[in-house]
């Protein structure tokens, strides 16, 4: 029978060749797990909680169960359980231990004076890596504090830190889809700078651009980069602290806190653990001033610590209604890339990979048929292949233009030609996330009336419509304003890129809305 001084003995052997596999992550996370011992063949080990007993499971728990299933001849199991009050001994490093003496994990803490406590509780505050070990998407932080020792132990019990949490912190976001990663993202002429920038803020090389401000609309792509982002710092670098929230929630968040008296909580988990910020549509602050004013300080606490924050919506800054000026300021002080409609080849390659990922057999003159046929939201192209692939499996049948086209006649509308005033303005009002009353309205903030201006030059190149009749066509403005509404954009096409480029999507869709 194995004794529990030998059981012991070859935990801590088991421990030090762990050890030497990741000397940098390793103390952090067994600051936190207990060794009860063994019985029959089973391990028995205490984590102060389910995040730390998960990740000592994965990362560690293969490499030490096997060098202790060699030291007893024998295969193991392990049994472990949660115990949040958990106090832990510090154990130390090999490099800082004396005399041969070593403190294992144990289940039994030696006593140590009132004045000289041996334990750290395990509900301490998290504190940062040393400069040799931090992360450099960290940001910098109280050094750790040192925990005096026992006289009587004969060695010293070096700086402690506790773990890190290695994921994403809890939120309803928190869990990240993997099949959003950066090699399954298509990249194309509509979203090529809102993918580099995302890489370069994840740390894939580049210059990176804090905060990222990713403006597209609704399933184009924006929610796929946030867990791409997220993905490739965790596979570089583990034990970062991602928060990846929208905006609602952290919302919800704030209320709770404000309520239960536990703001200190809120701002520590936003601001001090936190080494890159993941904020999904930040347009749903708009008008709630107490949460604009805490995230304004959890950004201006984070950027400038030099942490990567990364925001999308689905308007431009400057378009945000009901927000800031002094949020809105800061969005633009980094880089705004948006996400436009996809081109034809692009959708067709987004097809061809969401079949790969589904093992779903697409000929190519479905996928191009079917790219023809959905233009503008890249969630709904990928529905149209699943529902595809649904019916043939179903049926028995194989994905062929006959099924596709019949299938797609019931679920999308027949396209129609542009032939008025009023198609144009739509075109324009999707473009810049407005709101057709929004176009036509009295309205002078800068970006509506820009968009109105796009709307009224458009009109006059494509319908050759007179300046009286727009001027109708736009809330009865005077023919006047309209001429000098197409003066400003033709002016502006010539020497601004970024109004030539607005110009052009713009005009793509419509392209695409005449050959329908």
């Not at 090999?94 to 994990?105: A, C, E, F, T």
């Not at 959905?374 to 233009?401: C, F, M, P, W, Y």
């Amino acid at each position: 029978m194995l004794t529990p001084t030998t059981a012991q003995h070859y935990w801590t052997q088991a421990l030090d060749h762990t050890r030497s596999r990741s000397p940098a992550t390793f103390e952090q996370w067994f600051a936190s797990v207990q060794f009860d011992g063994v019985e029959e063949g089973v391990v028995r080990l205490t984590a102060r909680d389910e995040f730390v007993r998960d990740w000592v499971a994965d990362h560690f728990l293969p490499t030490l169960k096997g060098r202790l299933e060699d030291l007893l001849g024998g295969e193991l199991s392990v049994r472990w359980q949660v115990d949040k009050n958990l106090l832990v001994p510090v154990c130390p490093p090999p490099s800082l231990q004396r005399g041969g003496l070593r403190r294992p994990i144990s289940s039994a803490p030696p006593a140590a004076p009132a004045s000289t406590p041996a334990l750290v509780p395990a509900s301490t505050p998290a504190v940062a890596l040393s400069s040799s070990q931090a992360s450099p998407l960290s940001s910098p932080q109280a050094p750790a504090a040192r925990v005096p020792a026992p006289a009587a132990t004969g060695f010293e019990v070096p700086e402690v830190t506790p773990p890190r949490r290695p994921s994403l912190l809890p939120g309803p976001s928190s869990a990240l889809n993997a099949k959003f990663t950066f090699e399954n993202f298509i990249v194309g002429p509509s979203n090529e700078l809102a993918h580099a920038a995302s890489y370069a803020s994840a740390g894939g090389g580049g210059p990176r651009y804090n905060p990222l401000f990713i403006a597209g609309g609704t399933g184009l792509g924006k929610t796929h980069l946030m867990h791409a982002i997220a993905h490739k710092v965790l596979v570089d670098r583990p034990a970062a602290r991602i928060v990846y929230v929208s905006a609602e929630h952290f919302t919800n968040e704030f209320i709770e806190a404000l309520q239960n008296h536990r703001m200190e909580e809120f701002r520590a988990r936003y601001r001090s653990h936190c080494d890159v910020l993941l904020v999904d549509d930040i347009q749903f602050l708009a008008g709630r001033e107490q949460t604009q004013e805490e995230f304004f300080h959890t950004f201006n606490a984070l950027h400038d610590a030099g942490v990567p924050i990364i925001v999308t919506s689905d308007k431009y800054p400057q378009q945000l209604q009901r927000m800031p000026d002094r949020l809105v300021s800061r969005f633009t002080s980094g880089l705004v890339a948006d996400v436009q409609a996809p081109q034809l080849e692009t959708r067709v390659a987004i097809l061809k990979k969401k079949a790969q990922l589904e093992r779903i057999v697409l000929p190519d003159a479905v996928a191009v048929l079917l790219a023809q046929k959905i233009q503008s939201n890249v969630r709904e192209l990928e529905g149209a292949l699943i529902r595809l692939a649904a019916k043939a499996s179903l049926t028995g049948r194989h994905i062929d233009e006959s099924l596709m086209k019949s299938e797609m006649s019931l679920v999308t509308a027949p396209s129609h030609k542009l032939v008025c005033v009023a198609d144009i303005q739509k075109a324009v009002c999707s473009h810049f996330r407005l709101t057709s009353t929004d176009l036509l309205s009295k309205d002078r903030h800068k970006s509506v009336a820009f968009a109105r201006q796009v709307a009224m030059y458009l009109c006059r190149q494509r319908l050759k419509s007179s300046f009286p009749e727009l001027g109708r066509a736009f809330g009865n403005r005077d023919h006047t304003t309209v001429i000098s509404a197409v003066k400003r954009v033709e002016s502006l096409r010539k020497r601004d890129p970024q109004v030539n480029a607005h110009l052009e999507a713009i005009e793509r869709r419509l392209a695409s809305s005449d050959e329908g």
